[in-house]
């Protein structure tokens, strides 16, 4: 019962270079969502998808794509990173359809942006 | 837009105190509440939610949390905290759409 799984768990990037961060679920969740968390600031919602095929902005979008590939699958991706986006990122899931009953989150990816 | 907002940054108690988490959010219309802890270096988990009916709502691991719509609070409770509670604890907000946002966090120690 994997729930939501992220990878890489761990990444270095230099300035300017590009990476996608993957999230899986598999729990049948029609939302999916990108987070990241950084120290005193809680976490803040990058991006958000409602269902498979849509994706909307959320609190701190610039900067980052995202793709809702498939209805398990939803992808970050930083085009030219930043040390800015220096930050640990949370994908999480939840049944959807209009509200948010339960969000389940993934361990985590630790990113560095030197 | 909605936010959510943790005035308690950082927390310390020994054993046994009690614990009170404040929560505010700005949002005029129906809300889900929910409380999430974060236990070092690991993900996010579940306290307790509040969709509807009673106002007091029971999680697990002995946490409460009072659902006040006049002062648009929603603050967690503990009788007796355990050095175990040590976490970072979030506050998070739903208005009935597919976005849920977070608060800042308040990171509690519990000593011995």
């Known amino acids: 019962n994997a729930g939501v799984t992220q990878t890489p768990k761990f990444q270095v990037l230099k300035t300017g270079q590009s990476m996608t961060l993957q999230c899986a679920q598999d729990m049948n969740h029609n939302s999916m969502y990108w987070y990241r968390q950084d120290p005193g600031m809680g976490l803040r919602l990058i991006y958000y998808s409602a269902s498979e095929g849509t994706t909307d902005k959320g609190e701190v979008p610039n900067g980052y794509n995202v793709s809702r590939l498939n209805k398990r699958e939803f992808s970050l991706r930083l085009e030219s990173a930043a040390p800015s986006q220096t930050s640990v990122y949370f994908c999480?899931?939840?049944?959807?359809?209009?509200?948010?009953?339960?969000?389940?989150f993934g361990q985590g990816t630790r990113l560095t942006v030197v | 837009a909605q936010s959510v907002s943790q005035h308690n940054h950082h927390v310390i108690l020994s054993e046994a105190a009690s614990l009170e988490l404040g929560c505010n959010y700005s949002?005029?219309?129906?809300?889900?509440l929910f409380w999430y802890v974060q236990y070092p270096g690991q993900h996010l988990q579940l306290l307790l939610k509040?969709?509807?009916?009673?106002?007091l709502v029971k999680g697990i691991k002995g946490f409460e949390a009072e659902f006040i719509k006049s002062k648009f609070s929603f603050n967690l409770r503990k009788p007796s905290v355990q050095w175990s509670d040590t976490a970072e604890y979030f506050c998070a907000v739903n208005d009935l759409s597919d976005k849920l946002i977070f608060g800042t966090g308040t990171r509690l120690q519990v000593f011995p």
């Open positions: 509040y969709f509807s009916g009673d106002p």
């Open positions: 999480a899931s939840s049944e959807g359809r209009g509200r948010v009953t339960e969000a389940f």
């Open positions: 949002y005029g219309g129906t809300v889900n």
